[in-house]
DNA sequence: GGCCTAGAAGAAACCGATTTCTATCCCTAG
DNA sequence: CTAGGGATAGAAATCGGTTTCTTCTAGGCC
């Protein structure tokens, strides 16, 4: 049977060193934890035992005595999204440099599963971090005192005492149209995002609260992924926009694969903009007009709040974090594109 | 104090459910995971108690007890690579299906930091994926029968019991350059990875075995991000290559960002080929040529063995993945291309 | 009506660590 | 010479569940 030679040995406990060592189980605790004043003797035949049978403490059972997993969870609506990757992987970095791991779980962009993910994944560990939650802001209020510690991303907490690391998407928004309104566009598509993402509306509050010499926008259901920005070509085109504002960079960079395949120049024809600043971004061709927005550093802002709260400090000051224009090559002035209108 | 308003109450725990419902633990335990006959109308006031004091159980207690965290671990060597996300997001979803949930470890590329990572993570969990491990065979090999259960990705298991899913890298080298001779192409530069990487070293077997009628390569030290590939160009331009075969897709992208910067033509002027086929190749422009490596379903297949191997069974065959030729608008035929030469 | 059995719930052991409490030993100081 | 004190190591309680074993009750059958 091949399955034999990897069948690994009856699990050696605590106990089997002791006996091994010729002692008691505290003192190989003791030994193995480095504490108190152990006789160098002892100890070295306590980490000999330890040695010769190949033992591993049990992380479980000392979590349990210790009442600390030193586990914490980040509960992310879409692992596919590059934004939340960048969130796990700072809180991933930063909590390891702690001795913390990362427990992930994805609610696949579904609400109800959401809170029931956020409820479990908290009750296997210490701490949790919710990104972007998709429920609305009566479930999150009264979900949060349960969770605690917990830390919001992407969202600003209703709740007191839990701190959050916010986006300004309406700055965001608004340096964004600033821009293409610099270049000359005064007719503006908008590719919404989910509805059920706050971020989409914030966004959308933004749009709807723009001073009259602004452009004028026509807001095109869409989504927040590629496939949704690369199927919106055609009612970008129709709505006789000079510029195409997108709810992300993946939208934007779906939008621009589209209008390639169709030979239309950008930003010739038709200037495209994201949101986030995604590290393709920069690189797609054309480079993408974005704002940037620091998840990675929000993964690791969010442990350190965590951190604080883990050890009963008053954790930082909440932080609302304004993207940064970043202009590139597929934004450009507005000219001749209204001969595409009818 | 602020914080006062989030400080979770004391631990409710099972004995204060079953002294609230006025039964013996036991039968708490037993009303809660719905086991044995229990009398409906304790059931009920078990169920009342249990609500009444908000009762979560300790997912860490139970663990202890039953032996089983229900948590798997995954081990990648940079969470930044959208390779191993997928994975990751394979592994997440297929996972769930079955109530376990993923923990992640990131080695930063560290083949030291690896082996303690691999450890340390599997005395967390029921179970391990190891993803592209970097540390050498003898290692492996040491690390693997005490690790089980585990699976590994992205490589051949030289242990028996262990299983792999495998990605014929060789395949995926060689048909890409079947394309690029098609295309006319016979000198040839190959943006080499990280020298750690056994995907790489693969590649690089591959290479070395070609019959001689096959292109000429030359070979540039590059590595396997953005950046790298970014950074290659002149290197690339300087070796008087009609194509260059990149170590991924990542790397692939970063020289079209960089061709692109300096108004050089893809395909016309030098061709670029990725590996992997990322959801971002496609989008690209041009389109990226690459070969697919369908890195969720292999996240996906790797729960389906370490689910076996958890029950008792015997893991379904091991699997070697040959990539399929994706061949987009970032390849064409060799042309003036010649003039580049010196 | 009495005996046997099935079923339901409690008592207690257990999972594998940590930690408090206690007992012992040795050394020093009065 | 003995009481006090500090250092070590063992015994036992604890963390919060699960599960085996035991007890008790009630119902069925002869």
Redesign the interface.
């Known amino acids: 049977m091949?399955?034999?030679?990897?069948?690994?040995a009856q699990r050696v406990t605590i106990a089997h060193v002791a006996q091994e060592a010729g002692v008691s189980r505290a003192t190989v605790s003791r030994v193995m934890n480095g504490l108190a004043t152990v006789d160098p003797e002892i100890g070295k035949r306590v980490r000999e035992a330890a040695a010769k049978l190949?033992y591993?403490?049990?992380?479980?059972?000392r979590?349990?005595a210790i009442g600390r997993?030193q586990?914490v969870a980040i509960v992310v609506p879409d692992?596919?999204n590059?934004m939340f990757?960048e969130t796990?992987?700072g809180l991933?970095?930063a909590a390891?440099r702690e001795g913390y791991?990362?427990?992930?779980?994805?609610s696949?962009e579904n609400p109800d599963e959401e809170v029931i993910l956020a409820?479990e994944?908290r009750?296997?560990c210490d701490a949790l971090v919710l990104v972007s939650p998709r429920m609305d802001v009566a479930h999150l209020g009264e979900l949060?005192?349960?969770l605690?510690?917990v830390v919001l991303v992407n969202r600003e907490s209703p709740?007191?005492?839990?701190p959050s690391l916010a986006v300004d998407y309406g700055a965001g928004i608004r340096s964004i149209l600033g821009e293409l309104a610099r270049l000359g566009h005064n007719r503006i598509a908008y590719l919404a995002g989910p509805e059920t993402s706050h971020g989409n509306q914030r966004r959308l509050d933004a749009l709807h609260s723009l001073p009259a010499s602004a452009p004028e926008v026509i807001e095109i259901p869409c989504g927040a992924m590629?496939e949704d920005g690369?199927r919106a070509r055609e009612a970008v085109l129709g709505s006789g926009a000079t510029a195409a504002v997108c709810f992300n960079d993946l939208v934007a960079?779906?939008l621009?694969?589209a209008l390639?395949e169709a030979g239309i120049a950008v930003p010739e024809r038709l200037s495209v903009t994201g949101f986030d600043d995604i590290?393709?971004a920069?690189?797609?061709?054309?480079?993408l007009t974005t704002v940037s927005v620091p998840q990675t550093e929000l993964g690791e802002q969010a442990w350190a709040r965590l951190w604080d709260?883990l050890n009963g400090r008053?954790p930082e000051d909440d932080v609302v974090v304004t993207p940064r224009l970043e202009a590139r090559a597929s934004s450009g002035t507005a000219a001749a594109a209204a001969t595409s209108v009818a």
């Open positions: 091949a399955r034999m030679s990897t069948r690994p190949n591993s403490p049990s992380t479980v059972a979590s349990l997993t586990t692992l596919a590059p990757q796990l992987r991933s970095r390891a791991r990362v427990l992930v779980a994805d696949i409820r994944a009750r296997r949060l005192p349960e605690a510690p709740v007191p005492g839990v590629f690369y960079l779906g621009l694969g390639h590290p393709f920069r690189f797609a061709s054309p480079a709260l008053e």
